[in-house]
């Protein structure tokens, strides 16, 4: 499926990949940048490389911040970039090789690529054959490639390599040998598996077309690069998805993709990394990271040890994520995934342990209840009073869609939805307000509505019930009629308009409250035409231009051209005209 090219920050694509590294430089002061053969290295790799093995790792451009990001004291001393999906040429890392070769030795770590094994390899060559000692490792930890279908090729490399250059890098800083640093890496390969999932594909900048999944398609086992996964399904809850990936991770049974080798009849220390393959908002991420953890603990045989979270490799800008589970043999690894290190593309506060205890104890909450006097704001008819707040509530509920639609056109479009909500959990809690005192009722739906729901009209809301509620006790006689609750809502409306400076003529709510309170405070005026000044005041916003809310951010010929009411006026509107018709 091709598509119109999308939208991207670059000079040229050229250009792309060398001015991103020279702005990793500008923002790093500790890494340098050989620019024509795209080559980032530690600013102090000569004192590095006499006291220790050197690490160099790269590849593709694309799938920041690794690799470039993880150079620095602990992490890469060189990493070496190609362009965005293509493999750097093995003149390029030869150079990175040479700029950082060590007495120690250097590793070279990278993904399992067939162009980076290729062109990494021949460098490789080169330098030994002028007198490196240098090594090779390709890391390979996805599991969507089965042992069949890979064959000889291998696993892809993909976020278990961060893990490997993390700990490499911790081990090597200490003095490790060339071999031993090599064998850390062997052992994250041995015991790291990985699997993806994407819910469409990335766009290469200055390519012309890209491909697109289906808008309810999601593909499981999607690679780094764009390539295809083995399983394209529909959309599924957030819970469904992580269990399913979580259970091909863990699934002993299968023979063709069971990489962990765990024994079922005792504990397996396990570190999990979620990693952002580019395009996940972080809310969305943790969310996922909930739902792995979750599954980890309900598995008698596992015990997390870690749990890492961000990106680490990613894929520009795939809206997807992998998780990567690695199997701790013993607690040297912990060790050195713990250790302090100075590089940006590492958690600059990583979790050094885990724990269950995720929830705060409500008891040390100190609440303050309400005070009121059960004989202060008495009502004469609870039956009336519950009767207007039902139908206030039933209209907000009947007239959700046309709220929400208006809301849409000009707003984020959860306005209708907003008061919908609150609504319901005021008819949900109506039966354990005290309907017998006016005010206990009127703080009765501030707090259901604040529990219930949150945003800009919650909080005016509430903020008009609770001063409401104050209103009502200051004027009772002690109980209340009428003409208490008229100097009520003129006290509330003074308070509210404290904290907003929306006033008539601004096109919000403020437009149907201040005519309706103005009207029941006019001597010779009822309920009934307060109502009518509400509603005439909601209608008048169709003609007014925003000058508060998110309406206000559109040109007025957009606000005035849509010929519809502010919805946060025409909700309010509706809500009163409801409550007029119990009273």
Known sequence: MNHTAAKHILNTPETLVTESLQGLCYTNPNIRILEKEKVVYYTNVDEMASKQVTLVSGGGSGHEPGYASFVGNGGLAASVSGHVFASPSSSQVLAAIQRVQSPHGTLVIIMNYTGDCLNFGLAVERAKALGIKVELIAVGDDISVGKTKGGKVGRRGMAAT?????????????????????????????????????????HVPGSSSFSCLAPNELEIGMGIHNENGFLKTDMMSAKDLVNKMMHMLLDQDDEDRSYLNLDTDKKNSIIMLVNNLGGIAQLELSLAVKEAVDYVLHMPYLHLERVLVGPFVTSLNMPGFSITLLSVK????????????????????????????????????????????????????????????????????????????????????????????AAQAILSDLSSYNLNSAPKTVLGMADTIEQSVGGTSSAIYCIFLNALAGGLLKHAKPAVDASVWVAAARHALATLMTYTKARVGDRTLMDTLCPFIETLNTPGNNLSEAVEAARKGAQSTTHLAAQLGRSSYLSNDQV?????????????????????QHV
């Open 330 to 421: 013993d607690h040297m690894m912990l060790d050195l995934l713990d250790q302090p290190i100075s590089i940006p593309g590492w958690p600059s506060a990583p979790a050094v342990s885990f724990s269950t205890e995720i929830l705060g104890n409500p008891s040390k909450l100190k609440k303050t209840e309400h005070t009121v006097d059960d004989f202060m704001g008495q009502v004469s008819d609870p039956d009336v009073m519950e009767a207007a707040i039902r139908g206030a509530a039933e209209a907000v509920i009947e007239a959700e869609p046309r709220i929400t639609d208006y809301d849409t056109v000009l707003g984020d479009g959860d306005c209708g939805q907003t008061l919908k909500t």
């Open 162 to 202: 961060a893990l490997a250059v993390k700990l490499a890098g911790a081990l090597a800083s200490r003095g490790a040998s060339l071999e031993k640093v090599k064998e850390m890496v062997q052992h994250v390969i041995e015991n790291a598996a990985t699997l993806g999932v994407a819910f469409d594909h990335c």
């Open 560 to 580: 005035l051209g849509a010929d519809i009411p502010d919805p946060g006026a025409y909700g309010l509107a509706q809500l009163l005209a409801g409550m007029f």
